[in-house]
């Protein structure tokens, strides 16, 4: 077993032994849905304040609210949830390559083929240059998306690894 496997075991052992939420239902409580990034940085409960069986977090690399469309439209459709919050961070390794960069690492590291096979799906990793604009775009992408109904509240956020706050980005203007 490896030393991580153990450390979750060890952990697993302390956790139940005084676990006592056993009772929460499959629905989120506070009927929300928070993106953010999968930064090991992040502690999305104690940061945003969500305690057990509130809401959904969805992580991913950049806190993509396109990459987790699928998740969303799931949380929404079959339990329930009606607001989103998109939580990007600072410091993120999403501004730091673009497209043309992690094809070049995949071609370096993992092959032709495996290069070909991004060519083929047009594969996006979704990198973004500004993360305030970054954030925008997710929450505009939300808005403007037909698998979001027009009565979910979306708010984009910004979260700042070094001091642990997290501030609102402001709306776009709608057209
Ligand atoms: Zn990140």
Redesign the pocket.
Known sequence: MSAIQKKLEAASEQYAASFDKGHLILPPAKKYLVV????AR?DPAAAFGIELGDAHVVRN???SAIEAIRSIVISQQLLGTTEVLVV??T?????TFKNRDAYSRVREHLGPPAHAELTARSFDFLPFPELDEAVADDVEFLRDSRLVPEHVTISGWVYDVKSGKTRRVPDRPRV
């Open positions: 953010t990034c999968m930064d992040i690399a950049g806190g990007k961070h410091d993120c390794g999403m501004l």
